[in-house]
């Protein structure tokens, strides 16, 4: 055997080592070796691919906030929107709606209760539309 075919058998022996170590790691988690490539390979697809909202879903949050101080259809259309993309919103841009909706909600509930003819929230046709965006996070009734 030659020099080169002799290094070439230990660096192969090697990395069969390591890979030996990598399967055991991956048995000791539950999961293939092929399971585990694919999820990083889809990891690495999702942080390379863009945003279509923008960095960190900033033009979600800037639609939502543009909606909230509204009346009328558009109201309706930014829930409608919301529900139909809040799977495809990023966790931490789904807490920030999330808070902003609630603290309107809190605002309203005070306007109201101290009879204001301003509401936060908007008419009580606005209000019902972000009842239906609220259910987003809110847990189901039993």
């Known amino acids: 055997m030659t020099g080169d075919e002799e290094a070439l ?30 999820e990083r390979d889809a990891a690495l697809l999702k942080a390379v691919q863009p945003r279509p909202w923008g960095f960190a879903d900033l033009m979600a949050t800037a639609a939502l906030r543009y909606c909230l101080g509204s009346r009328t259809y558009i109201v309706g259309a930014c829930v409608d929107w919301l529900i139909e993309q809040w799977p495809n919103f990023e966790p931490n841009c789904r807490a920030v709606i999330q808070r902003d909706v609630e603290e309107q909600f809190k605002r309203d509930d005070l306007a109201r209760a101290r009879g204001e003819d301003y509401k936060p929230l908007g008419w009580d046709c606005d209000r019902a539309d972000w009842e239906r965006a609220r259910k987003l996070w809110q847990e189901p009734s039993k």
């Open 9 to 38: 058998r230990h660096e192969v022996e090697r990395l069969m080592k390591q890979l030996a170590k990598v399967n055991s790691r991956c048995d000791s988690l539950g999961m293939s070796l092929r399971d585990v490539i694919r």
